[in-house]
């Protein structure tokens, strides 16, 4: 079979993947946050009215989301958007649903793209006929919906909330990264128009207020590149060059500017989200890190996708380090997986400083393990396609037999159906409620609506029967408890 064909394939994986992740999507319930940030409620909506948090600065004030206007503007447009427009194909019920896996799967597919997008660039091999569907077919197995590694793995959350607030907010960060991680791959002095700076400006303000884990990215890869530079300069002084030069490979002026700007707004926006009610807690800093190594070690053997994951990038940089020859592409690919380790880390060890919740006891999530998981997907999707085009004869069979079993196994995992985890009860609510003709109205105790815990009290149903009939799920606003 001719490659032209295995190529078409591996679009026929992507496009099925692609698929299946939108019908599971389509199966999960809406969470209890999401009505609250929508509407919004009492509590949420002084982040609106103060985007870049004055009142923390001239008042001391402490509400809800100080530092997150975007992902809440974000999840209101969107929410009190969409459903309407797809109501003029479906059903109200129906469109809540679409709306929520629509853009639970494009954000899947985003971070796929741009990890795809960032592995090329990595790559200092010419690029050939299908290389970005070969990687994608690499990197689809490892991304989990919500099957059986979903609780370790998952990129995007069950709860739509979790997903504009954690892998939405990526997919910005690595768009606004992007010409700076090209620059540097090409080793070129960053050079951007007038307009791209501007945008980017605009970007990095975005970025910096809109969630709690992209100034946490920011922080550590301002740490590494800090710390490369520092070595790199006492490296030519020692070799009697310059000290203190900025115009050093692809750190130019220009770069050294915007990313001062950037580093800027995130140090404002960790300030301001020190006032942030949500953040409350009684553990001290020193307790914080007595957790984190329990929250490590749970979260590492808590399903066997990362372990299985990790020994592959082990056993692809001994392949690297003893049997690929060495070159600069080789060298190049090393280099990436030491940082990418380095980066993995040095963001581990700045969790406790903000990643603690009630509702997360040991610091580590898939949701603030995200950017681990980016990290390990970039190192095992660089690794392995390099690796792939590097080993010959009978090593590369029975290398690409491996690859293919392991992702048989991923892929295989997250076929498993959880049933706890389907909005089938709650639609079945929501079309009751629907129908109802009183005013208050007795729903099922079996399973949640719009909310984290069942009501029992009608009166705490007010903000969802707000938003449930500005979605047209309801003809006039009708209360509801579940008993």
């Given amino acids: 079979m001719s490659k032209r064909y295995w190529i078409w394939l591996l679009v026929l994986f992507a496009v099925s993947d692609l698929a299946f992740t939108f019908w599971r999507n389509y199966q999960l319930p809406l969470d209890g946050d999401l009505v609250a940030i929508v509407l919004p409620a009492s509590w949420y909506t002084q982040v609106i009215h103060d985007p870049f948090g004055w009142t923390v600065l001239t008042n001391n004030a402490v509400y809800g989301g100080t530092n997150r206007f975007f992902a809440h503007a974000e999840m209101g447009v969107y929410w009190k958007t969409v459903p309407r427009l797809l109501q003029h194909l479906i059903d ?233 020859a060495p070159s600069p592409a080789r060298q190049q690919v090393l280099l990436a997986m030491g940082w990418a380790g380095l980066f993995i880390a040095a963001y581990v060890l700045l969790l406790p400083l903000g990643g603690y919740r009630s509702y997360r006891p040991n610091l580590l999530r898939n949701d603030t393990a995200l950017p681990i998981l980016l990290g390990s997907f970039f190192a095992y999707g660089l690794s392995t396609y390099f690796l792939l085009r590097q080993l010959k004869g009978r090593l590369w069979g029975s290398y690409l037999l491996l690859i293919c079993l392991v992702g048989c196994f991923f892929s295989s995992a997250d076929l498993i159906l959880n049933t706890t985890q389907t909005n089938n009860c709650e639609r079945w609510s929501l079309d009751q409620l629907g129908r109802a003709k009183e005013p208050v109205v007795a729903l099922s105790p079996y399973c949640t609506v719009l909310t984290w815990t069942p009501i029992t009290d009608y009166t705490q149903s007010d903000i969802n029967a707000q938003m449930l009939f500005y979605w047209g799920v309801t003809t006039e606003k009708k209360l509801y408890y579940q008993k």
């Fill in 92 to 324: 109200p019920i129906s469109s809540l649903y679409t709306a929520s896996a629509l853009f639970n799967t494009l954000t899947q597919a985003a971070l796929i793209f741009l990890l795809v997008k960032y592995i090329q660039a990595g790559s200092s091999k010419p690029r050939e006929y299908g290389d970005f569907w070969i990687v994608t077919a690499l990197l689809i197995p490892l991304c989990q919906t919500a099957g059986g590694f979903y609780e370790q793995v998952g990129i995007t959350d069950r709860a739509i909330t979790y997903t504009f607030f954690y892998g939405f907010a990526v997919v910005l960060l690595l768009v606004l990264l992007w010409p700076f991680y090209l620059a540097a791959c090409r080793q070129k002095p960053l050079r951007l128009s007038w307009l791209r700076v501007i945008l980017l400006v605009g970007l990095m303000v975005v970025v910096a207020f809109n969630g709690p884990i992209d100034t946490a990215i920011v922080a550590v890869l301002l740490l590494c590149i800090i710390g490369h530079w520092a070595w790199q300069q006492a490296q030519g002084w020692r070799q009697g060059g310059a000290w203190l030069t900025l115009n050093n490979g692809w750190l130019s002026r220009q770069a050294v500017l915007l990313l001062g700007i950037l580093a800027s707004l995130c140090v404002y926006s960790l300030y301001i989200g020190r006032n942030n009610i949500e953040n409350s807690h009684t553990f001290t800093l020193a307790q914080l890190y007595q957790l984190l190594p329990i929250g490590v070690v749970r979260y590492f053997l808590y399903q066997p996708e990362l372990p299985i994951l990790w020994l592959i990038l082990l056993g692809n940089y001994a392949l690297l380090r003893w049997v690929v």
